[in-house]
């Protein structure tokens, strides 16, 4: 009986060293720096549509490598705030630009990091792109912007999302911007 008593403990015993030995090994942790974006810039204007973009850095700074599985941007400008545009929005890796709103997986090693761009589309409703941000600019519409992304790693999968704002300001700036060099 001893024995068996014994051989239960020295099991019980490995089973709490291997347990702590997983859970030493720690996970990837991944984070979208939005603090450390650029502002954005106007890289496509019409006379109907303005197209902005920004780099957001991202890093895995967990003690194992992960995968972003997926990833995109959800922009929160709802009719009931502001209803003179239709708005899109895209994300792509700097490593691995796409124009077809796909975000490519990647795998991250721990400590390390890269960039995304986020892409962001306004259609005026009424054909005049330039007036209709001047109105969102004079109501001082802000745009939130949610970054949600599917990470997996050591752990099952799981999804996270970390919040940006793209402000009326920097879309007035960035289209003065642009005609000042034009």
């Not at 709802?78 to 796409?98: C, H, I, K």
């Amino acid at each position: 009986m001893e024995f068996l008593v014994t051989i239960v403990l020295l099991a019980a015993l490995v089973a709490v060293v291997v347990w702590l030995f997983i859970a030493k090994q720690g996970d990837a942790e991944f984070e979208f720096i939005v603090s450390q974006r650029t502002n954005f810039t106007l890289v496509e204007q019409t006379e109907q549509a303005a197209t902005f973009s920004c780099k957001v850095p991202f890093i895995n700074k967990g003690s194992q490598d992960g995968t972003i599985m997926d990833a995109y941007p959800r922009h929160l400008l709802p009719y009931e705030q502001f209803d003179g545009v239709e708005v899109s929005s895209r994300m792509e890796l700097t490593t691995a630009p796409r124009t077809d709103n796909y975000f490519e997986a990647v795998i991250v090693p721990q400590g390390t990091g890269g960039t995304v761009i986020i892409t962001v589309t306004f259609t005026a409703k009424n054909g005049d792109i330039k007036n209709t941000l001047d109105n969102l600019y004079e109501l001082s519409v802000d745009m939130p912007i949610d970054i949600t992304y599917q990470i997996v790693a050591r752990t099952p999968w799981y999804i996270h999302k970390t919040r940006m704002i793209m402000t009326c300001d920097e879309i007035i700036a960035a289209m003065r911007a642009q005609n000042i060099a034009e």
